[in-house]
């Protein structure tokens, strides 16, 4: 799915409003968890934010740019419309690459309060229904070729520490049990995100995916 792009304060925004609600499974900062959502926000945000209320925020700009319902919103340093649309037997990615402090998720450093700039949003669109294991299943598969897609291209780490990731299916109809990396879902899963990720790290500053 291609998302809007609109802008906020100079900022652009991406947004898929739902024409029904789908089933989503999300790590952002607002609308996380597991439940139905009827839109998703992708929206840059300067380098150096620092809101201490960020889902307040986004419930804001969504509402600024008009969209109704139950949502769930990602924040990025990076210009969203360098975002990149991969997909592949039913299965959309779209994913806005910023990598500007990739780290190892088990690294020896000791946690931050504050993050510094980069962050990888995943923004996934499932053609079936998934139990909720197998949602839990297929944010790991995500996670897998995010991280297959960073060490191919030589970067020292398997992600950033505000990665977020959103998955959405739908609501009703009969659910698939399994998202790994090998199963039928979670295999075209895999290949859209290494996929997206892959093309965003190559991405010049200057080349708009969604336009402007």
Known sequence: MTPETEWLDG?????????????????????????????????????????????????QMAERIGLSGNGTALLTAVDVRHAVLSEGAGVSVTATT??????????????????????INVVG????????????????????????????????GTGTCTDATVLLCPADGHAERYGGPRSLIGSALAQAVHTAISTGLRLTAGEARFGS
């Open 11 to 59: 900022f652009p925004v991406l947004a898929w409003q739902l024409d029904r609600p789908w089933l989503a499974i999300s790590s952002a900062v607002l609308g996380g968890g597991l439940g139905e959502r009827d839109w998703v926000l992708n929206a840059t945000v300067p380098t150096g934010y620092d809101r201490t209320d960020p889902e307040v925020h986004c419930a």
């Open 98 to 119: 910023g990598v500007g402090q990739p780290l190892w998720a088990a690294s020896a450093e000791p946690p931050v309060w504050l993050p510094p700039p980069g962050t």
């Open 125 to 156: 669109w499932l053609p079936v229904r998934l139990t909720e294991g197998a949602l839990v299943n297929a944010v790991a598969t995500v996670a897998e070729a995010k991280a297959q897609a960073l060490v191919q291209a030589g970067i020292e």
